[in-house]
């Protein structure tokens, strides 16, 4: 089963498990496996590589060293037939060919260690894409559950907070309205006072013989006679 598939059926979760948010944090655990899995591949997969072009380097060196021992052996045959020799340059001649069959099979199994180093080479590159690809979608919905969480808990306070001060406001309202209605109360006690007390010292005064409303209705009309002259 892939990683694809575990995933799936971690979403639709079994018997023991019908909460969604036990669904999903199941398959986060299922990719957190999957990401430590593929990483111990990569590791291994770079130890691996590492191990066969080494052993391309020393194929490498064989070669070489089978191609110096030529040189030299070719000096050699070289100087016997200087010496007309030709018994003892044919000698090195046999020497050359053995090493040049061993030379041939350095070549050969440096070629078939390339080939290996390539191969390995590329299922890395592939591996680490695959790995990195995994890592991105496993922070991704890590932290996408983290803003949903806190998007969840912002919502439910807030949705608390808005009961809250709504209450409040209710509250406040009911409280301005009972100032208002006693401020009134106040106002009207105010004035009924006021009255209370202009009609007493209306009723003092005419007690005393002192007409209010008629003295100002002179003072009015002489005011008028004054203006006629």
Known sequence: MNIWSKMIAALKGDDDEHSESRADARAIRLLDDEVRSA??????????????????????????????????????????????????????????????????????????????????????????????RLKQQLDTIKATQSVQRAQAAISQRSAGSGKRIQTAQDSLERLRQRQAHKAAQFDVDNDLNVSAEKDDLLAKLEQAGIKTNGTQIDRVFDRLQAKKK
Do not use: C, G
């Not at 191990?51 to 191609?67: G, R």
């Open 39 to 132: 990483s111990i591949a990569l590791s291994e997969a770079r130890d691996a590589l590492a191990e066969l072009m080494a052993k391309q380097k020393l194929a490498d060196e064989q070669v070489n060293d089978w191609q110096r021992k030529i040189t030299e052996h070719e000096d050699y045959a070289r100087q016997a037939l200087t010496q007309n020799n030709e018994a003892l340059a044919l000698e090195v001649a046999e020497k050359i060919v053995e090493f040049e069959a061993q030379q041939q099979d350095a070549v050969d199994e440096r070629a078939a260690y390339a080939r290996h180093v390539k191969d390995a080479q590329q299922i890395l590159r592939q591996t680490e894409r695959s790995v990195t």
